[in-house]
């Protein structure tokens, strides 16, 4: 190499584009996990159970469920995604630019909702479950706790939503380089989350968990399953209430 001659360094590799990177420490979701498998032990214990279905009304229930959804999404956001700059709309991902947009996606749910309804229905058939029995104590019976549980439905649909099929699938897709082991193991953390529903709610939960984590990867948004899910809670919360009604009419028969 003469003296006229400059040795230009190699420029680093490229990051592939498209490659999924972590939205916060190892630390935070182990932490995350660690507090949703707690709380799900303990909402499994028969004498909390028992409590919740002798309480004269469920919106105490139900607002300690909205504290718990907005403290989960709180500990994500702020001491996870702030930490590494990555804000919310990324995690949600997708944009409406025009009506036709928004009316995609509803569309889009309402196809989901077809076909996650047949395969609990054949799920719950085969396992002989019903998230309506399992989740009994926490279905509405006045206009009240209708309102407050379409609320908490709404709520729900999208901190869980953002939770797991935002931020655990996009950890899980990019400490193992594989989207389909991120949905899998997002679906297995959502499933155990439902541990008060028993063994078979948690299968029936893992299954479901995971149909709607490969819809939020094929549309690279939760858009369409925050609109599902919200509907799917809000309707079961609403049919409970019939369905209740019917019970107790067949046993005044006998």
């Not at 947009?101 to 396992?127: E, H, K, M, N, Q």
Request: with cysteine.
């Amino acid at each position: 190499m003469t003296d006229d001659e400059i040795e230009i360094p190699a420029a680093p590799a490229a990051t592939p584009t498209g490659r999924v990177t972590p939205v916060a420490p190892v630390w935070h979701t182990a932490v995350f996990v660690a507090i949703l498998l707690g709380l799900a032990a303990l909402q499994g214990q028969p004498q909390l159970a028992g409590r919740a279905d002798r309480l004269p009304s469920r919106i105490t229930l139900y607002a300690f469920t909205l504290g718990y959804e907005f403290f989960l999404l709180g500990y994500v956001w702020l001491f996870g995604l702030k930490l590494y700059k990555v804000p919310l709309p990324e995690i949600i991902g997708g944009k409406w630019r025009r009506w036709g947009d928004f009316w995609r996606d509803v569309g889009i749910a309402l196809l989901f909702w077809l076909v996650v309804g047949a395969v609990l229905a054949t799920l719950s058939f085969s396992l002989r479950f019903s998230g309506m029995e399992a989740a009994k104590f926490m279905l509405p019976e006045t206009a009240r706790e209708v309102a407050v549980f379409v609320l908490l439905a709404l709520t729900a649909g999208f901190c869980e939503e953002v939770i797991f099929r935002g931020y655990l699938q996009r950890q899980f897709t990019a400490w193992t380089g594989n989207v389909s082991a991120g949905v899998v193991l997002q679906a297995v953390v959502f499933g155990a989350a439902h541990l008060y529903q028993g063994v078979k709610g948690v299968i029936v939960i893992t299954i479901y968990g995971a149909m709607f984590g490969i819809l939020a990867a094929m549309r690279k948004s939760l858009r369409p399953v925050i609109m599902q899910h919200s509907a799917q809670d809000a309707f079961s919360g609403i049919a409970g209430i019939f369905l209740k009604k019917y019970h107790y009419l067949q046993m005044l028969k006998f």
